[in-house]
């Protein structure tokens, strides 16, 4: 299996695979409300480009595949294209019956909920995969317990010393040793205080987390904060907690919203300047890691579908037009001013939207390839 997937037609394989998957239920959301909604839908699409295969339903709507897997897209009834750009020359040869039926002459919030529905179910789809993870395997926790501190590191600089159980991390509680690593990682040569327990005593600790490089199993390399700090099975009492069903969502939950506050947390290192941007990654990172997750069994690799699902939930929530985000924005302005913007702003957003997607494309495979081949 490791060979399967590690090979390259392996990790297209399982690329194509994540991707579609998630995609689905990302177009799927905004179909059902629209739906919903009683706005017409011309086609669904898994991919965008030629058409592969598809049928025509009864309700007039295209289900297809396309041939170019790197997303895929709702074409509304009034639409210029894909994303979702008003024609403005179509719309205003309508009836006012027909127009309703379009996704741009349809009241405010009905576009706000259909536009807002594709991230929503990337989180929602997220939170089942966790919530099924966590009920039929658990999750192996270990308490925030020192067993040991690394000489010459933050944490033995600061003081802190085998058997301090952490209690809190700028103030915010921990109750696993995953939960102390998760906020540290992300705040290199950031002052922190770490709240420890020693012997029935709190002590606040301000130390700086180190920036290191590390490797995992697959030699990738990923920069991380550090304090220093180890445990061990008999200090952190490692354990599988097992979850029940409704316990298990709320986990998932839980699960959702440290990806999305660790990704805040980068993303905030990263124009601090505390963190590189080369953990930005395009279609060739995801499609290498889909095929390395893959390769270390199917709970993995529906661990890194979940993760991946948050991450598209997120990246379309950016408030830029073309983007769910910036449908929302417009939305937001259009009701603050009581009208939508003019034709010509509108157009002028989405070139803007259309150059700063096509940026980050380049810029996160510049990451992808050359810049990890020079790094």
């Known amino acids: ?44 699409s898994i991919g965008f480009g030629p058409e592969i295969f598809g049928r025509t339903d009864k309700h007039g709507t295209r289900w297809k595949v396309s041939a170019i897997p790197l997303g895929g897209y709702v074409r509304f009834y009034g639409d210029e294209d894909a994303a979702s750009q008003p024609d403005f020359e179509s719309l205003a040869a309508l009836s006012p019956e027909e127009r309703e039926t ?13 536009a807002a529905a594709g991230p929503i179910a990337n989180f929602l789809l997220a939170i089942v995969i966790f919530a099924i993870l966590f009920s039929v395997y658990g999750r192996q926790v270990a308490d925030p317990v020192v067993a040991q ?136 990172r995801v499609a290498e890691m889909a095929g390395q997750m893959a ?29 769910d985000g910036g449908h929302l924005l417009f939305y937001a302005i259009e009701a603050v001013r009581g009208r939508p913007l003019s034709e010509r702003s509108q157009a002028i957003a989405f070139r803007i939207g259309l150059a700063l997607v096509v940026s980050l494309m380049i810029f996160a495979t510049w990451n992808d390839t050359i810049g990890r081949m020079a790094g």
């Open 1 to 44: 299996m490791d060979l399967i997937f590690t090979s390259v037609i392996g990790r297209i394989v399982a690329f194509i695979v994540a991707v579609s998957f998630l995609v689905f239920f990302h177009e799927l959301g905004h179909y059902l409300v629209a739906r919903w909604s009683g706005i017409r839908i011309l086609a669904f």
């Open 149 to 284: 501190v690394q000489p010459d590191s933050p944490a033995a600089t600061a003081g802190i010393v085998a058997g301090d159980v952490m209690k809190a991390l700028d103030g915010h509680p921990v109750s696993t040793f995953d939960d102390v690593s998760r906020y540290v990682s992300v705040r290199p040569e950031t002052p922190i205080t770490v709240t420890v327990d020693r012997d029935g005593k709190l002590l606040d600790i301000k130390l700086v987390p180190e920036r290191v490089d590390i490797k995992d199993q697959f030699g990738n390399s990923v920069e991380l904060g550090r304090i220093g700090v180890v445990t061990n099975s008999k200090a952190g009492n490692f354990r599988v907690q097992a979850y029940g069903p409704l316990e298990a969502i709320w986990q998932g939950v839980i699960q959702c919203w440290h990806i999305v506050s660790g990704t805040y947390d980068y993303l905030v290192s990263v124009f601090a300047g505390r963190m590189a941007a080369d953990q930005i990654g395009g279609p060739v």
């Open 102 to 114: 379009t996704f741009n002459g349809a009241r405010l919030w009905k576009r706000a909920a259909t």
């Open 295 to 323: 390769s270390l069994g199917f709970a993995t690799f529906l661990n890194f579908a979940a993760v991946l699902s948050v991450s598209v939930g997120l990246f379309n929530l950016l408030p830029v037009p073309m983007l």
